[in-house]
């Protein structure tokens, strides 16, 4: 069974660090990119970051959370991480991720939800003082 399971959401105060962890199984997390997504309520889904497949090599961030937040991957573990530092109450969302199998394009369609074939169910992110 293809699956993603997301983990790691939490409830954290303004300045302060998670680590969301995306662990795949009934697939090969390795060949695939990894986006990671979010939904704030009464908005629509955004996407966060994106790491190519293989050796992670290439990385992609939308504007707001460059320079704080950190995608990686494990291909042993067949897991993605995001690592979110310095966090701000706008990060409080439902955070998601997703598998694409993307090679050349990954550049102008990481941000594109209809290029992620496999989705996890969401962890929930809450930043508040």
């Known amino acids: 069974q293809v699956q993603l399971v997301e983990s790691g959401g939490n409830s954290a105060q303004p300045g302060e660090s998670l680590k969301l962890s995306c662990t795949a199984s009934?697939?090969?997390?390795?060949?695939?990119?990894v986006g990671w997504f979010r939904q704030a309520p009464g908005k629509e889904r955004e996407a966060v970051s994106c790491i190519s497949s293989s050796d992670g090599s290439a990385t992609y961030y939308t504007d707001s959370v460059k320079g704080r937040f950190t995608v990686s991957r494990d291909n042993r573990r067949n897991m993605a991480y995001l690592q979110m530092d310095y966090l701000e109450p706008g990060d409080t969302a439902v955070y998601y991720c997703?598998?694409?199998?993307?090679?050349?394009?990954?550049?102008?369609?990481?941000?594109?939800?209809?290029?992620?074939?496999?989705w996890g169910q969401g962890t929930q992110v809450s930043v508040s003082s």
């Open positions: 009934g697939f090969t997390l390795q060949y695939y990119a």
């Open positions: 997703a598998a694409a199998y993307i090679s050349g394009e990954l550049r102008r369609e990481w941000m594109f939800e209809r290029s992620y074939t496999h």
